[in-house]
């Protein structure tokens, strides 16, 4: 949603004229924001679960690496070093282990269950709140406390639970990627770390590009 903010309210209004005290809202530069709310759903979205899958399927390999260099250094017989690799079963036992930690990944993303991103991209920077329902296993599932203080209610009138707010700068992002068609806007710090993804709506995506492009120092379009 397109917005402005009165400083004096601290309040969003559609237009430029504040709907709580009636003043105009100057210096719409500064004051005109994007808010939305996302749902997702960690087991549904792509990048987490390659994620973790990437972090799985190195360590696999570090750790035959390591186990083949000290065959090859400790061991008295050189051959053992190839054995390894043969039927003797470290192949099919480091399959084995990958396809049981991708499904206790894909277990522990489900218990997860959704979550509901409340996003603002205003004038500084790009700012995130994560909520989920309130449930001691998701919590666990998450490996988080869970914090009944930071229970609210909603306007439904349904309990959730904040889970992590997170703020970004522009002028700390050092590379935004705008993937149009998984409509997602990926931003880094550093470069190489995705540190936050922004999921516009479909119809506002553009507006949001065309928003957030001009105060970025390196833009990739996928
Ligand atoms: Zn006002």
Redesign the pocket.
């Given at each position: 949603m397109h917005v402005y903010y009165?400083?004096?309210?601290k309040?969003d209004?559609m237009t430029p004229v504040?709907?709580?005290?009636?003043?105009p809202?100057t210096a719409l530069n500064q004051n005109e924001r994007f808010k939305w709310r996302y749902i997702r759903t960690p087991l549904g979205d792509t990048p987490t679960l390659l994620g973790a899958l990437r972090v799985m399927v190195v360590t696999m390999t570090v750790l035959v690496t390591l186990m083949f260099l000290g065959e090859i250094i400790f061991s008295p017989n050189k051959e053992n070093a190839v054995r390894m690799f043969g039927y003797s079963g470290i192949l099919p036992w480091a399959l084995t282990l990958l396809i049981g930690g991708a499904a206790a990944i894909c277990l522990v993303l489900g218990l997860q269950g959704r979550e509901e991103m409340h996003f603002v991209v205003d004038a500084r920077g790009a700012h995130l709140q994560t909520w989920i329902p309130p449930s001691r296993l998701k919590c666990l599932a998450r490996s988080i406390p869970y914090e009944a203080y930071n229970i609210a209610t909603d306007p439904e009138g349904n309990a959730r639970m904040l889970i992590g707010e997170t703020h970004l700068l522009w002028a700390d992002v050092c590379r935004c990627e705008i993937r149009r068609h998984a409509g997602r806007i990926d931003l880094y710090r550093p470069s190489g770390f995705r540190f936050m993804s922004l999921y516009p709506e479909r119809q506002e995506m553009e507006a949001i590009e065309n928003y957030i492009m001009p105060k970025m120092k390196q833009l990739v379009h996928r």
């Open positions: 009165c400083k004096k309210c309040a209004s504040c709907d709580h005290c009636g003043m809202i």
